[in-house]
T-cell receptor, first 111, second 118 residues
Framework: QQQVKQSPQSLIVQKGGISIINCAYE??????FPWYQQFPGKGPALLIA?????SEKKEGRFTISFNKSAKQFSLHIMDSQPGDSATYFC??????????FGAGTRLTVKP | GAVVSQHPSWVICKSGTSVKIECRSL??????MFWYRQFPKQSLMLMAT?????????EQGVEKDKFLINHASLTLSTLTVTSAHPEDSSFYIC??????????????FGPGTRLTVT
């Protein structure tokens, strides 16, 4: 059972465009929401993370928007580059520090 | 800092044999380590949570007798896949947390181990 729902499954964006990936959760006990980037054959790498008491966090070209009442959060990648082409996972941390991952979004940025 | 390594990065074994995967935190002590499995083009699924010096906690549906986890020190956890079968072929990823409580509980992921069972 997927505790974190992620969409879209795949995304194609032109270079310089904005990539937007959305996630939703049900468990209000989740207290930390990271986004990971994964390249083929590699482990996931933390991109950016947010806590539920903050509505937005920006680091460089990456922004997380968080809507606590709707139990939704999203990742925006501004000025998308071909090097951003990877699979992105949202995740949510539970009470036992267990991380639950979304299904992943395969992003392709076309030059 | 906060580097996690895994060994081996890739292993092929015959059906029925056992294989051990190591997860090490190189520059920090990890009270808790986690083991995930990822099938091709799928998400990471938590298999078990491993606390140093105690028994691992397995997720529902994960056979603890098949996937043996040992967290004998603050820098090493091992996952042993016993009597491996082709359906166990997957990408196994570990992660480690620096502390067991407090505000900074980020998980640092290893590079993964690709297991192929023939």
């Amino acid at each position: 059972q997927q505790q974190v729902k992620q969409s879209p499954q795949s995304l194609i964006v032109q270079k310089g465009g904005i990539s937007i990936i959305n996630c939703a959760y049900e468990n209000t006990a989740f207290d930390y929401f990271p986004w990971y980037q994964q390249f083929p054959g590699k482990g996931p790498a933390l991109l950016i993370a947010i806590r539920p008491d903050v509505s937005e966090k920006k680091e460089g070209r990456f922004t997380i928007s968080f809507n606590k009442s709707a139990k939704q959060f999203s990742l925006h990648i501004m000025d998308s580059q071909p090097g951003d082409s990877a699979t992105y996972f949202c995740a949510a941390r539970g009470r036992n520090n267990d991380m639950r991952f979304g299904a992943g979004t395969r992003l392709t940025v076309k030059p | 800092g906060a580097v996690v390594s895994q060994h081996p990065s890739w292993v092929i074994c015959k059906s029925g044999t056992s294989v051990k995967i190591e997860c090490r935190s190189l520059d920090f002590q990890a009270t808790t380590m986690f083991w995930y499995r990822q099938f091709p083009k799928q998400s990471l699924m938590l298999m078990a949570t491993s606390n140093e010096g105690s028994k691992a906690t397995y997720e529902q549906g994960v056979e603890k007798d098949k996937f043996l986890i040992n967290h004998a020190s603050l820098t090493l956890s091992t996952l042993t896949v016993t009597s491996a079968h082709p359906e166990d072929s997957s990408f196994y990823i570990c992660s480690a947390s620096k502390t067991s409580g407090g505000p900074s509980l980020e998980q640092y992921f290893g590079p993964g181990t690709r297991l192929t069972v023939t």
